[in-house]
């Protein structure tokens, strides 16, 4: 890849472009409705209920960490498998990932009810049996691993020329670290669902529920790499230190790698319905909904990768990225609300009130905002030109 | 089974690891039948008349709101009601009464597992199983994660979703106040027809056998209560199958801590074996890139080891060359006589330096 990308100064645009119009609405209204949740509690803000105590933000929760696999996917495949020619999606994916990270915080902080007191597990006595637990530590630690892993940014931007070396020579530490934490809490997020086995409709609960939350955040994180490129070509093109045929290059090489993830998920979740013999299940309203999870958003998307890749139709491959991270979202909110409490009557069940999409909304445009407003001013796009590429 | 000391600190400091002791104390829970002569309460379906006397002590003990339906309201079990926070027990109808058949009514709240998955599940440990019986909350530990309401299977905890900042989990204590004070829960006082028994609950599990036997008519030969999920301190007996009292039917005994057990003893396994692991496939692509760019420099001095030949050879032909052509000139130039024309041949004939940037 070529370190000569021109550094142009921040050019910060119209403040009052349709997009910063936009989102400055969803966020203040979005803000508002944070302020009233700490305000009058959760009752106010969401249709929580006794029996159903994890709702919309919990699914999105699992929603934001599935998807920022796009960090352990790509510093996975650069620096442990030596796919170098991707270096240049390393930085957009590590970045997603860590604002992936930074929207499930804030979203637990908004659902919690003594956010305060989230450091207890830690100083004051620890539930070792939870895996929540395990969740809260290693998505601690692997916060902490994916804000030194973007280090090197900061200190390019600050001229703090041996700190960016010191902070460089540990990517590798870095990156086996995170993806041992990532195996580890990623399946460990299934594993909340181990122990209700009662609650969830069959076809959702498994005992191999951890895996199929690891296998499936490969497939959200590979689909994020590819739609992370498409996003930094058509918004900073002129920007972004690869061409648009390199990018096409890297986004078929993504989609045959998400037509193996997608594969194996598939396979996996078959393998499970398989060994229960839950066949039975699949003839029933719940059933054919887990159907179109399995066929239309991982079945489908694994044909289309593979189809695109031999074709080589990157635009095709990037069609498919969306479908597959839509069946990620697909997953996480089945598992945690359509699924679950299934045997509950209707009129006991759990609907989201507008307020908790609302937050959600909120939450994704801060994600985006703040992802734009950093790539604009610091070296994500292109390698710094005072230094050399850092890989 | 003893943790040693060095183990306990090693433990504490790694989180994995400590992980892995509680994987350890997890698998030991097979041996431990429980505190021996710990509490229960024994609620006999077929000896309840609805009248919900239990919910008003229960809430008069409690110092929760008296409930707005006044006692002997049947119009309040035309709706399932389920516990809440201003409600920690609450009697449901199941079944209409008929002919010689009077109506099913069960009591429902906390059922203090014998191996309460609450406890289990909560990242601060702030629920305990009491040697008494009852399951105990701290809300000065608590986080307000509702980890304990989404893994109850019985529905029995309730949250303060109405306070803000710090909301708590409320549920029946099994009056455990009154307990250590000799006394018995305020239900099972309150309870007009001997429906709830409160004792030892080794006690309570012969009596219901015992009903169960002497009656076999009245009864559905079951006791929830007695292995479900390990066993509970609240036992139930009805004439009806559980499934029909919303109460999970056909489950396993095995508790239900351990179906996330089994999976965290696997955190630290992944710990020791995917560093060394990434760390060799890291080696394996470090060395394929190295060989690789070995081979391509090999090839490289090679390919230049070849052209440096060829410019040789070429230039060596035209110095030859240069030498014949001079010598051509010089003897024509001696037959015309012309010692110009000399001259501008040898000058013509001068071999051309090689190119800069050439093959080196």
């Known amino acids: 890849m070529n370190g000569h990308a021109p550094v142009t100064p921040a050019d910060r645009g119209p403040l009052l472009s349709p997009f910063n119009v936009a989102a400055g609405l969803l966020l203040a209204i979005g803000g508002l409705v944070v302020l009233l949740r700490f305000y009058f509690g959760l009752a106010f803000a969401t249709n929580l209920t006794h029996a159903t105590t994890w709702g919309l933000w919990t699914g999105f929760k699992l929603v934001f960490v599935a998807l920022a696999a796009s960090g352990y996917a790509l510093t996975t495949a650069v620096y442990i498998f030596g796919m170098h020619e991707y270096h240049p999606l390393v930085r957009p994916a590590v970045l997603s990932g860590f604002m992936g990270y930074s929207l499930f915080i804030l979203i637990l902080i908004f659902d919690l009810g003594r956010a305060y007191r989230l450091p207890y597990p830690f100083i004051i006595q620890p539930g070792v049996t939870s895996a929540l637990f395990e969740i809260a530590l290693c998505v601690g630690l692997y916060y902490t691993t994916q804000f030194l892993e973007l280090t090197p940014v900061g200190f390019e931007w600050v001229k703090w020329r041996r700190w960016r070396k010191a902070a460089v020579a540990a990517t590798v530490g870095f990156t086996i670290f995170g993806l041992m934490l990532s195996m580890l809490h990623q399946a460990t997020l299934g594993a909340l669902f181990l122990t209700v086995p009662e609650k969830v409709y069959p076809l959702w609960y498994s005992p191999y529920v951890p895996l199929h939350f690891f296998m499936s955040s490969c497939v959200g994180g590979i689909a994020m790499c590819v739609m992370l490129g498409l996003a930094c070509k058509k918004i900073w093109g002129e920007r972004f230190a690869i061409s648009d045929e390199k990018l096409d290059e890297l986004t078929i090489g993504l989609g045959k790698a998400g037509a193996i993830a997608t594969l194996v998920y598939f396979l996996v979740k078959v393998v499970d319905v398989a060994l229960h013999n839950y066949w039975h299940y699949l003839a029933s309203p719940l059933g054919l909904w887990y159907l179109v999870e399995i066929l239309g958003f991982v079945l489908l998307p694994t044909l289309l990768y593979a189809y695109g890749y031999r074709e080589r139709r990157p635009g095709l491959i990037r069609f498919t990225a969306g479908m597959a991270i839509l069946g990620v979202i697909l997953n996480r909110l089945n598992i945690s609300i359509v699924a679950f409490n299934y045997k509950l009557p209707l009129a006991e069940r759990y609907f989201p009130s507008w307020m908790e999409y609302v937050v959600v909304i909120f939450l994704i445009t801060l994600g985006v905002t703040i992802y734009r407003g950093v790539v604009k001013r610091f070296a994500i796009l292109y390698d710094h030109p005072d230094y050399e590429a850092h890989h | ?360």
Not at chain 2, 2 to 15: D, K, N, Q, W, Y
Not at chain 2, 25 to 38: D, I, M, N, W, Y
Not at chain 2, 259 to 279: D, E, K, Q, S, W
Not at chain 2, 333 to 355: C, F, Q, S
Request: charged share 25%.
């Open chain 2, 1 to 360: 089974m003893t943790i040693s000391r060095r183990g306990f600190i090693t433990g504490a400091v790694v989180g994995s690891l400590g992980l892995a002791g509680a994987a350890r104390a997890g698998s030991g829970v097979h041996l431990f039948e429980g505190h021996p002569g710990r509490k229960g309460l024994l609620h006999d379906t077929t000896l309840c008349v609805g009248c919900r006397s239990c919910e008003f002590a229960c809430n008069e003990v409690n110092k929760l709101p008296v409930p707005k339906a006044p006692i002997n309201d049947k119009a309040i079990f035309s709706a399932r009601r389920g516990i809440n926070d201003k409600l920690y027990t609450v009697v449901n109808k199941y079944a209409e009464g008929g002919g010689r058949r009077p109506p099913v009514y069960r009591k429902h709240q906390c059922m203090h597992c014998n191996e309460p998955c609450c406890a289990s599940v909560c990242f601060v440990k702030a629920f305990v199983k009491t040697p008494e019986g009852p399951v105990l909350y701290d809300p000065d530990l608590c986080v307000g994660c509702r980890y304990c309401l989404f893994a109850c299977p019985y529905y029995a905890l309730a949250y303060e979703y109405n306070e803000p900042l710090a909301p708590k989990v409320v549920r029946c204590t099994m009056c455990y106040p009154r307990i250590k004070e000799g006394k018995n829960p305020a239900c099972a006082d309150a309870c007009p027809t001997g429906a709830i028994v409160y004792g030892k609950r080794g006690d309570l599990v012969r009596m219901a056998r015992d009903r169960i036997r002497k009656f076999p008519g009245r009864y559905f030969d079951h006791i929830f209560g007695e292995h479900e999920y390990g066993g509970t301190s609240w036992l139930t007996v009805s004439g009806l199958a559980p499934g029909r009292l919303d109460l999970p039917e056909n489950i396993v005994h095995e508790p239900l801590p351990n179906l996330t057990t089994g999976f965290l003893t696997l955190a630290p396994l992944v710990t020791a074996i995917i560093p060394g692991l990434l760390a060799g496939f890291y080696a394996f692509t470090k060395r394929r890139d190295h060989l690789h760019e070995e081979a391509l420099r090999r090839e490289l001095a090679r390919f230049a080891r070849e052209r440096a030949d060829e410019v040789e050879k070429a230039l060596s032909a035209a110095r030859a060359q240069a030498a014949r052509d001079l010598e051509r000139a010089v003897e024509r130039g001696r037959r015309t006589g012309r010692l110009e024309a000399v001259r501008e041949a040898a000058e013509a004939a001068k071999p051309e330096p090689p190119k800069e940037g050439g093959a080196r």
